[in-house]
């Protein structure tokens, strides 16, 4: 009797076993013997088959399941369990059930590689996600979850989130016809089969030949095998892959440039796509673009992905190599569409498409690029970089030496527009020129002008030659800056914000050259002082700059009074955080890191400065220069007039002290100057003020030492 309880003892039957047995372990006996003693051993110990001595042998045969069949049962029965869970609103289990699925697939994922993903797995995958959305749009439901079942809610929707964008083209071509994607799935999977049969014999044939040693392998397998270092039949296979990449090449049309395109769009912003790899991508692209229009839109996204890295940001900065890459990007974008006319710009899409169904322009390509749009983020970059660096360090003025190469950019995009007749963006760009000009003597602009024509001739002689870099020479001096045009173009174009911002940025140019009652006019003629207040924090700044530099204007004209009403407000404690220069560092003022970094971005750059010891120099001379003669004239009043408050409250401070030592700071000095003034004893007060270091920075400095 068999072991087997009415099983065949025939040779036949143990070979059908023996084959079944290398299909589930996946490995040959190792002794290849066909003992019934062992093998029914093994049988008795893995396997009870439970089988009544009196049914026949025939019909209670033992079931093999293939690795397949196998993977597919197991998908099946966390599916139901999945669509059980659901039903129920049971999300832990379901959380469970999906953690288990995910790690079937990765189980099965040579059998997914060959067959394709199944249906039932994108199916339950969809099921899942309508679920999902469904529960989230019903707020009663969700709020009356328990707290294991919400919190098993929230990870669950978190991993379904991340596990369905590898799996997106199979899920939108099942919505659009799941017969259809099922069709496709079983057709390669009955392919796969096919291979798989062939192979098989194949194994067979070269496991004879092998052992025989009469294998006739080609000299190209040969070589092959020993390169790869895998079996015969894997090389076998090779030269068909290696040769495929070979068999035609890409043909670049418009079609195919737009569907890059718009693959590299759809990454852009996902973490797996790093903007390195996008940027190599659109710099393929742009190496085989034909079409013009096609060329502007993969420069615009160039442009877009390298500012993407910083502007999420706000306290990260582009470094200088990139900011270089970014501006040389836009100066190439700007020259292709100077050099085509067939390309016009507009502000947005909608102006476009709207000026393109009138058919005004048929032969004129309508495209949306905002060139002022990139000079200002360009600008804001250079600007977050300048405040990540130490200003005492060569670096930094390595940085502010690309400031000449911006204001090139600018002038180039401000004269484009003006060109197409575009003058309210002309007016944004020529903005961005005023802000890095207007704090700058125009001594100190000539000088960085030929400093960098110096440095572009030597760059230019190094590629084309010494005749190339004189006409570059007089390019570049036809693009100077003049302060009055770019001034006028923004008050005849701008919006109300860029004509408060230029006004602002006169003033400050006026008072920076002496040309205070110019200045003083434009000031009083706007009415800005009754309405700053209500404006944003940055124009303040600027308000609180033009200001003092007026204030000092008046000083070095001999305006003493003038000077005093314009420094008066601002020199009342919080000088510092009044011009931008510097964080509030009050003990009780509570701020949160958004607020923290927003001051931050606000600062003004090192080099744009005012000195603030000057400033207070000159604040305090004024003032003592007007409160010692206010105070000797009323000296019984019982409700004095006061026109220095601060003044006062040093003079009060210094005498309540019971030991004075010699002055040090410039209050100190000032201070004991106003002191000795109002004793009488002007030599002294003389002596003190001028003694101080700080007259040194004012311009035409003997003059006001004469003056005072």
Known sequence: MSKFWGG???????????????????????????????????????????????????????????????????????????????????????????????????????????????????????????????????????????????????????????NNKDYQAEIDSFRKNPAAFNKAVVKKAKKADDESDEED?????????????????????????????????????????????????IVWTDELVADKLDEVVKKRGMKKATPKELIEQLKELLANVKSAQKKVEVYMQIIAIMFDRTSANITKAMKPGAWNRARGYIAELLQLLSSDSSLVLKESASEAAAETEDGSLPAVAQISVNLTSFVEQLDTEFTKGLHHVDPHTHEYVDRLRQESLFLELAAQVQEYYEKHGDHAQAARTAMKRLEHIYYKHDTISEKLEEAHLERQKEAQKKKEGAAEASADEKKSTAAGVDMEKLCV????????????????????????????HQGRDLMLMSHLQDNIQHMDARMQVLFNRAMVQLGLSAFRKGYIYEAHSCLSDICSGKTREYL??????????????????????????????????????VHLTTAMLLEIPNMAAHPHDIRPKVISRALRRSLDSYEKNYFTGPPESTRDYCVVAARALAKGDWKRTEELLLGLPAWGLVQNSEDVKTML
């Not at 040969?222 to 892959?241: H, V």
């Not at 509030?584 to 003004?604: C, D, G, I, Y």
Request: proline share 2%; hydrophobic share 30%; aromatic share 6%.
């Open 8 to 162: 065949s003892d025939s040779s036949d039957n143990e070979d059908d076993v023996s084959e079944d047995k290398d299909v589930l372990s996946g490995s040959d006996n190792e002794d290849g013997s066909s003992d019934e003693g062992g093998e029914g051993e093994e049988g008795e110990k893995a396997i009870d088959w439970g089988i009544d001595s009196d049914s026949e042998g025939e019909e209670d045969k033992r079931v093999v399941k293939s690795v397949r069949d196998k993977r597919y049962e197991e998908m099946h029965k966390l599916i139901e369990s999945l669509e059980k869970d659901m039903k129920e609103a049971d999300w832990v289990n379901i959380n469970t059930e999906f953690q288990s699925l995910s790690v079937w697939i990765k189980k099965a994922s040579n059998l997914i590689n060959k067959e394709g993903v199944p249906g039932p797995f994108i199916s339950i995958l969809i099921q899942l996600e309508d679920y999902l959305k469904q529960t989230l749009a019903d707020k009663e439901a969700k709020k009356a979850m328990s707290k294991n079942n919400s919190k098993a809610f929230n990870t669950f929707a978190q991993k379904l989130k991340k």
């Open 201 to 249: 014999v194949d194994d067979v044939d070269i496991k004879a030949l092998a052992k025989t040693k009469k294998a006739a392998v080609s000299d190209e397998e040969d070589d092959e095998e020993l390169q790869t270092g895998k079996g015969a039949r894997k090389a076998g296979k090779k030269p068909q892959q290696a040769a495929a990449p070979v068999q035609a090449k």
């Open 489 to 516: 173009l923004i008050y005849t174009y701008g919006d109300e914000r860029l004509k408060t911002n230029a006004l602002l940025c006169h003033v400050y140019h006026h008072a920076l050259h002496d040309r205070f």
């Open 580 to 617: 931008a220069q510097g964080m509030s560092s009050a003990r009780f003022q509570e701020k949160n890191p958004e607020q923290e970094k927003l001051e931050k971005l606000r600062q003004v750059p090192f080099h744009m400065h005012i000195n603030l010891d000057l400033l207070d120099t």
